[in-house]
């Protein structure tokens, strides 16, 4: 964490070139407990939380989503928790559960794509040392 804080104060510093060392290093030390609360959240992408809001106001549970969709437990939370991609048929078939109105549908499916597709993109972390 301290090459982080060191980081930080360097680009403090390339920023900032008019403020003395100890204003530098409070903003960075400031910068870094802002990177790590935003880091400790995991919000949900605004799809995942739209399909929550779907299936609370449907009044389903999600074992009722299991029993009725055939998935697993597990696959229904990754669903809605945007931890698992999900086929568009998968995701039809969940909005129809769920009582969506038709022409809502292919916003919803465009957005999740576009989520899926960004996820990918984003460089994994290795979990080598």
Known sequence: MDSVL?????IVAEQYPELDSSDRAAIAVTLQAQLLRLAQRSPAPAYCAELRRLREQAGLTHQAVQVALEWSLSKVHRVETGDSSVQQTDLRALLALY???????????????????????????????
């Open 99 to 129: 009582g969506v109105d038709p022409a809502d549908v292919p916003e919803l499916l465009a957005t999740a794509a576009a989520y899926y597709r960004q996820k990918r993109c984003r460089p994994k972390r290795s979990t080598r040392p």
């Open 6 to 10: 060191a980081r930080l104060t360097a």
